[in-house]
């Protein structure tokens, strides 16, 4: 049945059965008029949205990244390192098995020489070294291998190579905290009999300036 249609059969029919019908009749027929209606022309509700489901308390949520540290100007920054003692400490123990405090060599020059055995360079100044610490009394040296190496390589060579200085090897992995990373090898420092650092080499050694600043009794930078 068309819903709009039926309204205006409705309002044709009541007026000619008024008089005709009964009360009881009129007032049925008006009412299921009025239900037909209703039920053609009733405004249907939309369905409601699904709500999404709860949050699991176990859920990942991912954090929050962590902001750089920022200057005044609004420029992001890199912290800087931290500057290294002009007294290092160096304690440690050597290849043969003994233990080396740098502190007990005060009084002398110390030359603290980082090398390994791959390194053409470390090779080739390892003679000139053995010179220094053989020749002179109030100068000595201690060789750092940085490198990984196993024993019995390190044994091996030390027969190939005449070394007459203490060596150690070090951890890759934690060097001596107060001296920098070497960021080449060959890389040497020279320490005043004070135990200040007078002077470095990046790369082979110059033993005659090395030399001359022993002679000078004072850091040359």
């Known amino acids: 049945m068309n819903p709009r249609r039926e309204p205006a059969l409705a309002g044709r029919i009541a007026p000619a059965l008024q008089a005709a019908l009964p009360d009881a009749l009129r007032a049925a027929l008006l009412?299921?008029?009025?239900?037909?209606l209703a039920a053609c022309s009733g405004a249907v509700d939309a369905p409601s949205a699904p709500e999404p489901p709860a949050r699991s308390a176990n859920a990942a949520v991912?954090?929050?990244?962590?902001?750089?540290?920022?200057?005044?100007?609004?420029?992001?920054?890199?912290a800087r390192p931290a500057a290294k003692p002009e007294f290092p400490s160096l304690k440690l123990d050597t290849f043969d098995g003994a233990h080396y405090d740098l502190a007990e060599h005060r009084g002398r020059w110390v030359v603290v020489n980082f090398w390994a055995t791959w390194c053409a360079p470390c090779l080739k100044e390892i003679p000139d070294l053995a010179a220094l610490?053989?020749?002179?009394?109030?100068?000595?040296?201690?060789?750092?291998?940085y490198e990984e190496i196993e024993h019995a390589d390190m044994v091996a060579f030390l027969k190939q190579h005449a070394i007459p200085?203490?060596?150690?090897?070090?951890?890759?992995?934690?060097?001596p905290a107060d001296f920098e990373t070497p960021r080449g090898l060959p890389m040497t420092y020279l320490i005043a009999p004070d135990g200040r650092v007078a002077r470095t080499f990046l790369g082979p050694v110059d033993v005659a300036a090395l030399k001359a600043?022993?002679?000078a009794g004072k850091p040359a930078n």
Do not use: F, H, M, N
């Not at 610490?133 to 291998?145: H, P, S, Y």
């Open 213 to 215: 600043t022993v002679a």
């Open 31 to 36: 009412l299921v008029s009025v239900l037909q």
């Open 133 to 145: 610490d053989t020749a002179r009394d109030d100068i000595e040296v201690i060789g750092l291998d």
């Open 62 to 78: 991912t954090p929050p990244r962590a902001a750089s540290p920022v200057a005044a100007d609004g420029v992001s920054t890199p």
């Open 165 to 175: 200085y203490p060596i150690a090897v070090l951890d890759v992995y934690a060097p």
